[in-house]
């Protein structure tokens, strides 16, 4: 599927008057983040926004940033009705480029090929400032065999070896395959996550006292997914 296909299938997909999950923030972001200092954040294929809104409403500073119009159309509204302050960003995962390093990168259910989530992973790394932080959740690639809905393909899925090879020299905070509960009609149901939390370590400013974004030195003066997912609450 290319990127204007998969855009246009969230397009879709998006455009309903309920929002697709919830509008409250997942709960493995709930239960990790919720303790963590508020700073500069970025929420890399945001969705609807919900849990952009969630970290804005605790005090970040939030730049929320999917290719779907209609899903961060849906989050603009989400956050004016807290009465949050967010920027919402059109750009693709794999392509986009902040303009200052930050505190902290959440990237939640976000699908892509292998080489798009590996792309997605090394950035995010790059954006961090000292003592920042990379959250990650997704469909772990053993929930195709042995959990519950998420995607059926396994080449979109996660797992946590892949994800800390992609996160390089981050300090490991959190590295795991987390259950997950999904209540259904016929009852309650089991679905496995890649839960992965990594912290760059504060250090020294270099020399020239400039930023790097993804090898760049700059001066200190847009969501790719493919396939349909199910409840990710």
């Known amino acids: 599927m290319n990127d204007t296909s998969a855009r246009d299938k969230w397009n ?35 969705g609807e926004g919900r849990n952009a809104v969630w970290l804005a409403g605790r005090g970040w500073r939030v730049t929320a ?7 961060l159309e849906k989050g603009a509204r989400l956050a004016a009705d ?5 920027s919402f960003v059109e750009a693709d995962a794999t392509t986009y480029e902040p303009v200052e390093l930050v505190d902290l990168v ?27 932080t990379v959250f990650v959740v997704a469909h772990d690639r053993s929930n195709v ?4 809905g998420g995607p059926p393909s396994p080449d979109v899925c996660y797992t946590v070896d892949e994800t800390l ?24 149901r089991i679905a496995l996550d890649t839960v992965v939390m990594a912290s760059r370590l504060a250090r020294p400013a270099s020399a020239e006292g400039g930023l790097v974004l993804n090898g760049d030195a700059v001066d200190d003066e847009g969501d790719h997914r493919t396939d349909d997912r ?4």
């Open 82 to 86: 807290e009465e949050l302050d967010i």
């Open 106 to 132: 959440i990237i939640v259910y976000l699908q892509l090929d292998e080489e798009g989530r590996l792309t997605a992973l090394r950035r995010a790394r790059s954006w961090l400032a000292p003592g920042g």
């Open 230 to 233: 199910t409840d990710e609450s």
């Open 165 to 188: 090879d992609a996160l390089g020299d981050l300090d490991v905070v959190v590295a795991r395959v987390a259950e997950r509960i999904v209540t259904t009609e016929t009852g309650d």
């Open 12 to 46: 879709r997909r998006y455009s309903t008057d309920d929002y697709v999950w919830n509008r409250g923030a997942n709960q493995f972001v709930e239960t990790y983040l919720a303790d963590l200092e508020p700073g500069s954040a970025i929420d890399l294929g945001a």
């Open 65 to 71: 940033v999917d290719f779907s119009s209609v899903g």
């Open 145 to 148: 065999t042995r959990g519950y």
